[in-house]
């Protein structure tokens, strides 16, 4: 009785063995196959453009650095088989590598082969805490008639190749937003308030302008 009852234990134990092999070998077969499918379409990452940026204010009185602005980003899809789910997407702007905006979530959308999105975030920061240096710096870039600001893009995005859909990539966009005067006129795309320490260059307002669309830097 226990001859038999041992067998049947190696039988089940045989049994079992083979089955999990046939799931590994399974899963490993349609691994294989999603590598496959992937190394032959090689999905490449989206393209970013910053089309315009609208600067409400920029207010540099006290220590602390406030600012409003409206920035335009388009994306563009370059995949003729692969599809793009932009899953998280904050937007948020930096000057010399210092945040002075709150990230804001822009909407979450899946973007078809070839296909071109657009987004129109309103960012702000009210006394954004700088450090001197930088404060220092922004009011000089005023007073010479230029400010370079970044607007950047941090997310998460994956591909869709038919109904398989990939697992989660981290994104991140990098913007170059150059502001230039435009005279003495105000209003424009940029009017920014007096900076601390009184007037810049002797008046109460400085003009400026976003100077022209710019290319981003994508990394996934």
């Not at 960012?123 to 230029?146: C, F, L, N, R, T």
Request: aromatic share 10%; proline share 5%; net charge neutral.
């Amino acid at each position: 009785m226990s001859k038999e009852k041992h067998h049947r234990d190696w039988m089940l134990r045989r049994c079992c063995g083979s089955i999990a092999a046939c799931i590994l070998t399974l899963a490993v077969l349609v691994g294989f196959i999603v590598l496959v499918i992937y190394l032959a379409l090689r999905p490449s990452k989206p393209s970013f453009y910053l089309q315009d940026v609208q600067l409400h204010s920029i207010d540099l009185s006290d220590p602390a650095l406030s600012l409003n602005l409206q920035v335009t980003i388009a994306s563009r899809n370059p995949n003729d088989r692969v599809g793009v789910y932009y899953k998280t997407l904050d937007v948020f702007t930096t000057y010399r590598d210092e945040p002075v905006t709150v990230p804001v979530a822009m909407p979450a959308i899946y973007q078809g082969h070839k296909d071109v999105s657009v987004w129109s975030p309103v960012m702000s920061g009210e006394s954004v805490p700088v450090a001197q240096y930088v404060a220092y710096a922004m009011k000089q870039d005023i007073a010479a008639g230029y400010v370079l600001l970044h607007v950047k893009v941090d997310g998460q995005v994956k591909w869709k190749v038919g109904s398989w859909v990939s697992g989660g990539y981290h994104l991140f966009v990098n913007c170059p937003a150059l502001l230039a005067a435009s005279g003495n006129n105000i209003g424009g795309a940029f009017a920014m308030s007096a900076t601390a320490g009184g007037s810049v260059g002797g008046n109460g307002t400085v003009s400026l302008k976003f100077t022209h669309p710019a290319d981003c830097t994508v990394d996934v």
